[in-house]
Nanobody, 121 residues
Framework: QVQLVESGGGLVQAGDSLRLSCAASGRTFSRYDMGWFRQAPGKEREFVAI???????SYADSVKGRFTISRDNAKNTMYLQMNSLKPEDTAVYYC???????????????WGQGTQVTVSS
């Protein structure tokens, strides 16, 4: 069972930047699509960004142009660079891994514990 550990969250002001990291255990990191999701208080968890095992990326419209997802397979780590942060970006951010390797359609079956991002106005 893979372990995913997020870090990098914090309290920032609107317009600031943060970089989240997601460290994965094991030796098969490069074979899986990875994603970032977030959950704000009182709201359902929502998709933020995804990076495939072939490095294709996709973003939610709400973060497109401000957030950048990337991965370093040598370090078993995924990143989310968040620029021009807004108060509505406040949420717990989770990283996740698809349940099947080399598969762009499997569900996200492994999740980290989350890291809090708070953006003040």
């Amino acid at each position: 069972q893979v372990q995913l550990v997020e870090s990098g969250g914090g309290l920032v002001q609107a317009g600031d930047s943060l970089r989240l990291s997601c460290a994965a255990s094991g030796r098969t990191f490069s074979r899986y699509d990875m994603g970032w999701f977030r959950q704000a208080p009182g709201k359902e968890r929502e998709f933020v960004a995804i990076i495939s095992w072939t490095d294709r990326t996709s973003y939610a419209d709400s973060v497109k142009g401000r957030f950048t997802i990337s991965r370093d397979n040598a370090k078993n780590t995924m990143y989310l660079q968040m620029n021009s942060l807004k108060p509505e970006d406040t949420a717990v951010y989770y990283c996740a891994r698809r349940s099947r390797e080399y598969n762009d359609y499997a569900d996200f079956g492994s999740w980290g514990q989350g890291t809090q991002v708070t953006v003040s106005s």
